[in-house]
């Protein structure tokens, strides 16, 4: 159990039946009236974010985030499977339960899986992956006056902007949280 007044960002703790994440807090002690910690909590499980404030006295249960390795190992339809890496365990998600975080990540990657009393509710692939180049238009000469992109395919199907120096065949660098291109490897 931890008190409002001992709350620190990155904290989770359960309440109104939810798990949430403290991304600020501010203790108020106002001229008139009690001491109040005003608080900007986001749901870990749908993203959504909420203002809220509470007596420093008011208790709450801490809430404990499992994040494992696991790695990716195929897509069947629209389910993904998963393996622990260290018990060789075998886990199953919906393509709703996933969404769109795989995009960049091949089959056999590691990945973390954030979950709560056993239930999954976030997948985390890696920060940068290097992926080959399938599918673009070829690069014309002459036209790199400004930072000018082109449509690319990458090997995962996904889509990327690139250079207009890169080429089919070649390997680049993409951060997974925006989907930027990086580098050439």
């Known amino acids: 159990m ?3 007044g001992d709350f620190k960002n990155g904290l989770t703790i359960e309440w109104d ?3 949430w994440q403290i991304v ?3 203790h108020v002690k106002p001229g008139k009236g009690a001491a109040f910690v005003r608080t900007k909590l986001k749901n870990i499980v749908d993203g959504g974010v909420r203002e809220t404030t509470f007596r420093p006295t008011e208790k709450f249960q801490t809430a404990h985030i499992d994040r494992k390795d696991y790695q990716y190992l195929y897509k069947d339809g629209d389910t993904y499977f998963f393996m622990d890496t260290e018990t060789y365990d075998q ?3 919906t393509a709703d339960e996933v969404g769109d975080t795989l995009q960049f990540v091949k089959e056999n990657e590691i990945v973390k899986l954030d979950s709560y009393n056993g239930q999954v509710f976030a997948v985390e692939p890696p920060l940068f992956v290097e992926l080959e180049i399938t599918e673009t238009e070829p690069g014309v000469k ?3 006056a400004t930072n000018a ?3 690319a395919t990458v090997e995962t199907g996904a889509q990327v902007f690139v250079p207009l120096f890169v080429n089919t065949g070649d390997k680049i660098k993409i951060d997974t949280r925006t989907g930027e291109y990086l580098s050439r490897v």
């Open 2 to 4: 931890v008190s409002a």
């Open 17 to 19: 039946g939810k798990i």
């Open 24 to 26: 600020e807090f501010q």
């Open 91 to 93: 886990l199953s998600l």
């Open 142 to 144: 002459g036209n790199t």
């Open 149 to 151: 992109t082109k449509p």
